[in-house]
């Protein structure tokens, strides 16, 4: 639980809006008209910054797949670009998330028998070693923006599609990797959370994590 807390808090500094400071009530009167403006106004604002195509610059490494293979474990690592996945598609703008929500992969992990992924000890270094972002377990983690966005326009009677988006985010939770025990492979989309997208990534390593029935192994894959 304090991990996800974290992970949430981290996604708050990102957009850096800081709309949802003030808590929504759960019961009272329909708010006034210069309440609902002053929410309109910072709603307007998380939907530009969240929502829209965040124009950042896409980290400068090969988008081929990369290969590894350690101890009968093979793996097959993409970095795939947020705004341009199927799971976020919309009719304006994107589904769930923009870049600035972090960085994405797909992958696929091949071995014998039980396979687990370890989110806690799969990391991303950019640019320089040390100081690795944690890939999050939990696609919720990536979903804490809207589902709050949506809450808030509910609660302020702002008509918006912040709700339809967040209830239509089954493709993003169903196409991440589960935690679950697999046998002899598994694939999905892992995501790492990052305040800094802005940053002119050049290089970057993910050590992925993965529980097999003889211990657990790293793998590495490095993009320069």
Known sequence: MREKARCSAVIAAQISLLFLTACPRAIGP??????????????????????????????????EAQLVERDGLTAKI????????????WNEGVRLFNERAGYFFDVQVAGEGKLTWLPNDTLLERNVEGSPLRAAGDPDDFLFPLQQAAIHSSMLVIDNDFSERARAAG??????????VERDRMEGVIGFQADDTQRHVVAMRM??????????????????
Do not use: C, H
């Not at 993409?78 to 598609?89: C, G, K, V």
């Not at 192994?217 to 320069?224: K, P, S, T």
């Open 30 to 63: 329909v708010p006034g008209i210069a309440e609902r403006e002053e929410g309109r106004e910072r709603l307007q604002r998380f939907e530009q910054a969240w929502l829209e195509p965040a124009k950042v610059a896409p980290p400068t490494v090969s988008g």
């Open 78 to 89: 993409r970095l795939i670009r947020a705004e341009e996945a199927e799971w976020n598609e």
């Open 171 to 180: 493709p993003f939770r169903a196409a991440y990797m589960s935690r679950r």
């Open 207 to 224: 050590t992925l994590a993965v529980r097999t029935e003889w211990g657990v192994r790293n793998l590495v894959v490095e993009w320069d």
